[in-house]
């Protein structure tokens, strides 16, 4: 938003510190890699202060920066401040809901919350159906489904900016075909499941491979499972890696996979999707927005083993020719749905009209209205 000519300041609540946060690798993530080191950041450990100490701190910082609307990350805990903000100050203010938002753990006062925001923005059309009802959870979390005003509900996905789509896609090949994917090493993404679908092609194609990118508490499990279902040396986990070492080996595979059970937007399948692949994905989070099956890719659901090993099969059979054409609608496709130049103006326009209808229903932000009172310049 900054790079686009908005002023913007940032409430943390989190204890990393300002200049940065730290990522599931462990390692900071720099704001000066983004260019906006120096955005103004107030820091704020959330678990060492109270309710009040808290409102009373984001409120001065806001007032102090002539705030006119306030974006909050996720609607958990940044929404409950918001939307404490908001009562207290009038400005406006707008929701981003990721995955554990709504399908693993929901704010206690989602409702309230709701109500309160002119913008619930989750980051999938996937996640917006859950919360509506219109795909159902076994057992979904309080609150869900959501009842919304008509028009409040706004899906803004997360997105890259356009220079890091490639040029090209990655250079296929008939000898090898590594097959990729990325991840926390949990349940929910159901590694298993791509080691057992993969473990049935190795006889037709010899140069398979398998690697995992990521590290967590399955890597000694998913291991086991992949000598006993006899991958071996085809076989590997990374561990975890930084962004930039992710992105480097995601140019070094040929296929794709996510066989995650419920995601949010998995932003690691529109990387591969920037870098040129073709795509073999569960239904769940951004997926269904990532591919045009037979073009770029093959859908199936989460847990249908049979279904993903026959998304693998059709690929590594139409050779890599075909595979390298799949993967350059993937930058064609997810390029275009997914940049920062695409979402972003989706954004502002989210933006905007919580500015302008926080104005035209006479409910200024008290900073709004002494600027107004001694004539600044909006």
Known sequence: MKNRGHRTAIVSLSSAGPLGFMNESGQRVNLAEFGVEDVPVLQLESTKLSRE????????????????????????????????????????????????????RTSPRLAEI????????????????????????????????????PGKLQVLPYNLPGKYLADSPVQQSEEVQVIASAGRLVPIKRFED????????VDEFPGLRLL?????????????????????????????????????????????????????FCLTTVEAA?????????????????????????LFDPADVKSLREGLKLLLRAGAARRQEMGSASIEIVGNR????????????????????????????EVLRSRARTGENA
């Open 194 to 201: 791509l080691i057992e679908a993969a473990s049935g092609l």
């Open 212 to 264: 995992i990118i990521g590290g967590g508490v399955l890597t000694k499990d998913l291991e086991e499972k992949a000598n006993e279902a006899g991958l071996g040396h085809r076989f590997g986990v990374t561990g975890f890696k930084s962004w930039e070492e992710v992105l480097k080996l995601l140019g070094q595979v040929h296929i794709y996979v996510q066989p995650s059970e419920l995601e949010g």
């Open 338 to 365: 997914l940049s920062e130049e695409s979402v972003m103006p989706r954004i502002e326009a989210v933006f905007r009209s919580a500015i302008d209808a926080s104005r035209l229903i006479g409910e200024e932000p």
């Open 114 to 149: 709701a109500d309160a925001a002119h913008a619930i923005c989750p980051v999938s059309q996937f996640l917006a159906d859950i919360l509506t009802g219109e795909r159902p959870l076994a057992k979904p979390p309080a609150g869900i489904p959501l009842h919304l005003e």
């Open 274 to 298: 920037f870098q040129g692949l073709p795509l073999v994905l569960s239904r769940t989070g951004i997926h269904e927005e990532c591919v045009v099956p037979e073009v770029n890719g093959y």
């Open 53 to 104: 100490s808290l409102l009373d701190q984001a409120l001065s910082f806001s007032r102090h920066h002539r705030t006119e609307l306030i974006d909050a990350h996720f609607a958990r805990e940044p929404a409950e401040l918001a939307c404490d903000l908001s009562t207290s100050s009038g400005i406006p203010f707008t929701v981003r809901m990721r995955g554990g938002d709504v399908h693993s």
